[in-house]
């Protein structure tokens, strides 16, 4: 889990110069491709966003209102400048039972968004086989 926030950090840097929704839309789609990472999102402060889910079209008019409750609380969190992991929750996005990392963006020392990954719970069952 460590490894993937620290993976999330560090697609963050790559990508706080990204400021075209559109343009965030197709790269967090084209790395999503290439991760284990079941969804992909990134949203600015005012809670616009991009979606990027392994198989689907990105959805590119995303609202943060609009995602679970632990959805929402691990990107705010991000947007203060913390990172988080959640707790198991059923995604809305993905029709799948998840946790999600979240970890802010930054450019020139400001908070510019929250970039955000969820992850199948099978990573979970390998250490705890009794999660269902």
Same mark, same amino acid.
């Given at each position: 889990?460590?490894?993937d $926030?620290?993976t999330l950090?560090s697609?963050a840097?790559v =990508?706080?110069d990204?400021?075209?929704m559109?343009?965030? #839309?197709?790269? &967090?789609?084209e ?5 284990a990472f $079941?969804t992909? !999102?990134y949203f600015?402060q005012?809670?616009?966003?991009? +979606?990027?889910? !392994?198989?689907?079209?990105p959805?590119?008019? !995303?609202? *943060? #209102?609009?995602l679970?409750?632990e /959805?929402?609380?691990? +990107?705010?969190?991000? &947007?203060?400048?913390?990172? #988080?992991?959640s @707790? *198991?929750f059923?995604?809305n996005v993905?029709?799948? @039972?998840?946790?999600?990392?979240s970890?802010p963006?930054y450019?020139? /020392?400001q +908070?510019? /968004?929250? *970039?955000?990954?969820s992850?199948?719970?099978?990573? $979970? @069952? +390998?250490f =705890?086989p009794?999660i269902r």
């Amino acid at each position: 889990m460590e490894a993937d $926030l620290q993976t999330l950090s560090s697609m963050a840097a790559v =990508l706080k110069d990204v400021e075209d929704m559109q343009k965030m #839309s197709e790269y &967090l789609d084209e790395v999503n491709q290439s991760n284990a990472f $079941l969804t992909m !999102a990134y949203f600015k402060q005012d809670g616009e966003g991009v +979606i990027s889910t !392994a198989g689907r079209r990105p959805v590119t008019d !995303a609202v *943060l #209102s609009d995602l679970t409750q632990e /959805g929402q609380d691990g +990107i705010r969190k991000a &947007l203060e400048g913390e990172s #988080s992991v959640s @707790r *198991l929750f059923m995604s809305n996005v993905s029709d799948n @039972r998840v946790f999600a990392y979240s970890v802010p963006v930054y450019k020139e /020392g400001q +908070i510019t /968004g929250a *970039l955000t990954a969820s992850d199948h719970i099978e990573i $979970l @069952r +390998i250490f =705890l086989p009794a999660i269902r």
